[in-house]
């Protein structure tokens, strides 16, 4: 049994699961995952620099934020993609910064507090709400949507033995079912013809692309895909990996919606 359990899960599972996906690519994918990180700072206007990832940095911006929207990021911590759809906003507009966790929380907080100055912190709210429930609380209300879901997130288990030897495809799975869920809260938070942005530091596509073509047959017609993206360490020069999907909301609701 002992030996049947380590099959599933832990790093010979992790590497096996992945090998099968990526094929000749995933030794070089491997060893660039196993690599440090390459964060920079790309922010012009903060009060003191923040360190992010380059691909972190272009994934938000793809959002298209603009001067006076309304504008939900629905996982922000720890704040980084804050940090750049703040600047876009300049103090304008709205801007509410989720995270369900006190603690993530807290560290969004400091992160707002410490690196936005003060004249940008004036718009931007944050709250403490469970993501996939947003629906509940507010419908078509935001120009832009951020989703960054909470993921694998595969290239901090490799630098952490601890947690890579717990992973299994059941967490991946959990985790994508979750993802969905707040995909479906984000669309409806979105006005219609508002923009969502899609985001995970995952290397799995049933976390992103797959993810996003479960997406399209729980909410058909609902929304378009207008772009798609994932950046990947071993021909990044080290950035991410970073995937994304822009999605626009349809401007009218098309008839026999499943609201599931």
């Known amino acids: 049994m002992a030996k049947k359990n380590e099959d599933r899960k832990g790093p010979t599972a992790f590497d096996r699961h ?27 206007g903060l009060a003191k620099p923040y360190f992010l990832d380059g691909a972190s940095v272009r994934a938000a911006r793809a959002l298209g934020v ?3 929207d309304e504008v939900l990021d629905l996982c922000a911590a720890p704040g980084g993609k804050t940090l750049v759809l703040a600047l876009a906003l300049a103090g304008t507009g709205r801007l509410v910064s989720n995270d369900r966790s006190s603690d993530r929380r ?9 690196h936005l100055p003060a004249a940008f912190q004036t718009n931007v709210t944050v709250t403490a709400y469970d993501a996939t429930r947003w629906g509940l609380h507010e419908k078509a209300v935001y120009d832009r ?7 694998s997130s595969e290239r901090h288990l490799v630098h952490s033995p601890a947690h890579l030897a717990l992973w299994s495809p059941n967490r991946t799975k959990a ?18 013809g508002g923009i969502l942005l899609y985001s995970t530091c995952s290397i799995s596509p049933e976390e992103n692309e797959s ?7 729980k909410r058909p017609g609902k ?18 990996p970073l995937f ?14 499943d609201h599931s």
């Open 244 to 257: 994304w999907a822009k999605i626009q909301k349809a401007a009218s609701e098309p008839d026999g919606m």
């Open 211 to 217: 993810l996003v073509e479960r997406f399209a047959s």
């Open 175 to 192: 985790l994508a079912q979750q993802a969905l869920a707040m995909l479906c809260a984000a669309l409806e938070a979105l006005k219609p």
């Open 223 to 240: 929304w378009i895909l207008l772009e798609q993206a994932l950046v990947l360490p071993d021909d990044s020069d080290g950035e991410g």
């Open 18 to 44: 992945f090998s099968e996906i990526y094929t000749d690519r995933w030794p070089g994918l491997r060893e660039a995952l196993s690599a440090p990180g390459r964060p920079e700072a790309h922010l012009d």
């Open 106 to 114: 807290g560290r969004l907080k400091r992160v707002i507090a410490d």
């Open 145 to 151: 949507v951020l989703l960054d879901a909470p993921c």
């Open 66 to 68: 603009q001067p006076g």
